[in-house]
Nanobody
Framework: VQLVESGGGLVQPGDSLRLSCEAL????????MGWWRRAPGKKREVVVT?????????WHEDSVIGRFTISRDYAKSTLSLQMNNLVPEDTAEYYC?????????????WGQGTQVTVSS
């Protein structure tokens, strides 16, 4: 499975961005997908994961709850992260990842990353 991310960019505080991740050729073999991020000088952290079949969502980063939303388009094998009211602390390289084993916890597939920069 190849993961192709899009949607990053440079925005001002309070702005919104939408990141998308498409699984190629499709996501039908996947058990879970999610978004991670790595801020400058910090370790990569998990933001949110989604069980692909059920759509069950787990938020792992408290600072984005209420500002970010996650959605999946099952037919298009696409996972999207809507980020609203962005703050400078959201600046990071964002990565999409996917798992294909039954537990959905071992994320073996990774996208190339997309940069999100929040700055005035």
């Amino acid at each position: 499975v190849q993961l192709v991310e899009s949607g990053g960019g440079l925005v001002q505080p309070g702005d919104s961005l939408r990141l998308s991740c498409e699984a190629l050729p499709d996501a039908f073999s996947l058990s879970a997908m999610g978004w991670w991020r790595r801020a400058p000088g910090k370790k990569r952290e998990v933001v949110v994961t989604v069980r692909w079949e059920t759509g069950d969502i787990t938020w792992h980063e408290d600072s984005v709850i209420g500002r970010f939303t996650i959605s999946r388009d099952y037919a298009k094998s696409t996972l999207s992260l809507q980020m609203n009211n962005l703050v400078p602390e959201d600046t990071a390289e964002y990565y999409c990842a996917a798992a294909d084993e039954p537990s959905g916890t071992s994320f073996a597939f990774w996208g190339q990353g997309t940069q999100v920069t929040v700055s005035s």
